[in-house]
């Protein structure tokens, strides 16, 4: 670890992480939108990449890169937990437990897809964001992050959506994952100009606007920040 790191750089941490554990609470719904097939995480999840957009530009991808790992080491703590108190038996007056295991209670295969999509898309997203920031020599903002975002959505619905949801049948499947691509898409692209707004606060406010040059894209590279 090479510098410090500010309090906004690690709140930002801190609410991705959320993002991403209530996103696994949050996918057990299913639920239909104007025709489309959509999961109870697209409330939340979307935003993770809206922050991961935002580090990435503001901070580059070393820090990008520290931030997913943080969320993704959190939500597998919370995902242990979660089964290890699954397994305690509940007490005898207790009617809660077929409920509580329904939410929290993760097939290994939903668990492994989770993390698998969540740390691909996360880190194809701040990959796009960065080259494309290097390409563009920091233009074009609104552009690399709908195009980050387009990146980072579609490999986490491809490596999720058919490990969890294969037995719906294919046709059914490529349909859930195109409504969920769209969706955060569309979800993205509305907050947008929030988006805008809150990588310029923070360009101001840290003095910084990274274009990397001469870095490691390997994602296990954790501690080159």
Known sequence: ????????FMMMCVLMTVCLISSNLFTTKVFTLWGLVLTGDLLIFPVSYIINDCISEVYGYRLARFSIWVA?????????????????????????????NYIFRMEIKVALASFAAFFAGSTVNATVMSLMKRASKGRYFPLRAIVSSIAGDLTDSLIFMPIVFWAVGFRRLVLMIVCQ????????????PLTQHVVKVLKNKEALDVIDEDISYNPFHILDI
């Open 1 to 8: 670890m090479k510098h410090k790191v500010s309090v906004r």
């Open 72 to 100: 993704f080491l959190m939500n597998f703590f919370v995902v242990a937990v979660a089964q290890a108190v699954v397994i305690i038996p509940g007490a005898g007056f207790w009617d809660g437990g077929e409920h509580f």
């Open 181 to 192: 691509v769209l969706a955060k898409l569309v979800y993205e692209a509305v907050l947008l």
